[in-house]
């Protein structure tokens, strides 16, 4: 069952790339994604409502990392869409106050569940077995309307399991905003603004590598006395070496879960210099 689900989910992602490629209309691609996610949603919660896992480890397996993969990609393009349609029309400046406004909305979430998003990040697991497994779900739900309709159904849900995807959603929506916000404050650039560089690089190892090596450059600080931003990086970094970042957050989140090493390309590329000074 479970090697079945994760078929599913990579299935699912990859057809949520398709989309991002088909579409440039963000209304249309966060529509066309979030209805993917939501099919995928109830029919995984049809397998699970009478499901009985054979072991604790694959029940948390399902509630810690699937189920909150396929819930963070619905409850992100759910929110991309509701912000999409709402934004205004008019000045640059009325967008600026409502992505800034938007960006406000998730600082409480974040503070409230700061805990769990420790735990999760830190990559711990001594409170799995309360925080995963659907026999000690918590009664208390999170006191919203969306909450309430996720965590109602006891039979496919934990305590857990829905924060841990909306904190997920919520880091991929802030990533959103900020390169939004970005964009509108470069404004049109002007006609004789044109790259006129002799060289032109392109990225030619993959797309996960480029994102290590941007969450690098973040974690370091290197950037604007470490004030840039992770989506400020990877918007330079995309045009600069010709490669499409796309959901860049979703390929940390890869990087994050390695079983073996979580920093390949830094790896890499140690290896090579201390290689090469060697040979000079």
């Not at 490629?21 to 409502?49: G, M, T």
């Amino acid at each position: 069952m479970l090697n079945s689900i994760k078929k599913q989910v990579s299935t699912l992602e990859t057809e949520l790339q398709k989309i991002e490629k088909q579409f440039n209309c963000p209304i249309q691609k966060a529509f066309n994604s979030l209805k993917l996610c939501s099919e995928l949603n109830f029919s995984l919660r049809d397998k699970i409502v009478g499901y009985s896992f054979p072991t604790p480890e694959e029940e948390i397996t399902f509630f810690k990392e699937l189920k909150p993969r396929v819930m963070a990609h619905l409850l992100f393009f759910t929110q991309v869409y509701n912000i999409e349609t709402l934004l205004p029309a008019g000045s640059e400046t009325a967008r600026k106050t409502f992505l800034l406004a938007e960006l406000e909305k998730l600082k409480p979430y974040f503070e409230e569940n700061q805990d769990v998003w420790r735990y999760y990040r830190s990559g711990f697991t001594h409170w799995d077995d309360q925080y995963f497994l659907r026999k000690n779900r918590s009664l208390q739900g999170t006191g919203t309307i969306e909450g309430c309709f996720f965590e109602s159904d006891p039979l496919y849900s934990t305590c857990m399991d829905y924060k841990l995807a909306k904190l997920l959603a919520l880091t991929r929506l802030q990533a959103y905003l900020e390169t939004a916000l970005q964009n509108t404050n470069r404004g049109p650039l002007p006609p004789d603004s044109e790259n006129k560089n002799i060289f032109s690089l392109t990225w030619t190892l993959s797309k996960s590598a480029m994102v290590e090596m941007i969450y690098a450059f973040y974690a370091a600080g290197v950037f604007n006395n470490g004030k840039a931003t992770v989506a400020q990086i990877a918007e330079c970094f995309g045009p600069m070496f010709n490669i499409e970042l796309g959901d860049f957050y979703h390929s940390f989140t890869e990087i994050r879960e390695r079983k073996i090493s979580q920093t390949k390309m830094l790896d890499l590329l140690r290896a090579a210099l201390i290689k090469k000074i060697d040979e000079l």
